[in-house]
């Protein structure tokens, strides 16, 4: 799905303070389509977002669970259409998240934002 440069205008400005104030992730719940979750931050931030790697949203809601801390680390724009068809890489230009659960067992998940949700 191709972003307006408005909206991801506004992803990349919604989480670079997520970044660079280190602001933990505090849960994952199911979002409204199959595959998207609602990532909440502690700052009341809620967006949705699906993961770019297999089965990774289970692992970041298993380390959640567990009590650990998950931070968003990097926030990447793909807009070259090259950079987008990569082997390994989004399918479609983007918004993408890197978030990092603190634990030794769980690497880095990247997630492609798709927008803004409202707290409950």
Do not use: K
């Not at 595959?35 to 009341?44: C, E, F, K, T």
């Amino acid at each position: 799905m191709p972003f307006g440069p408005g909206l991801e205008d506004l992803l990349a400005r919604t989480l670079a303070p997520l970044v660079a104030r280190q602001v933990p992730v505090r849960s994952l719940t199911p979002g409204p389509l199959e595959g998207v979750a609602r990532v909440r931050w502690a700052d009341g931030t809620v967006l949705l977002a699906r993961s770019l790697q297999p089965g990774a949203l289970v692992g970041l809601s298993r380390a959640l669970l567990r009590g650990g801390r998950v931070l968003a680390t990097q926030v990447d724009r793909v807009d070259d259409a090259a950079d987008a068809h990569a082997p390994g890489s989004l399918q479609t230009p983007g918004v993408v998240v890197v978030l990092q659960p603190q634990s030794r067992r769980a690497g880095p998940v990247r997630l492609l934002v798709l927008g803004l949700d409202q707290p409950d």
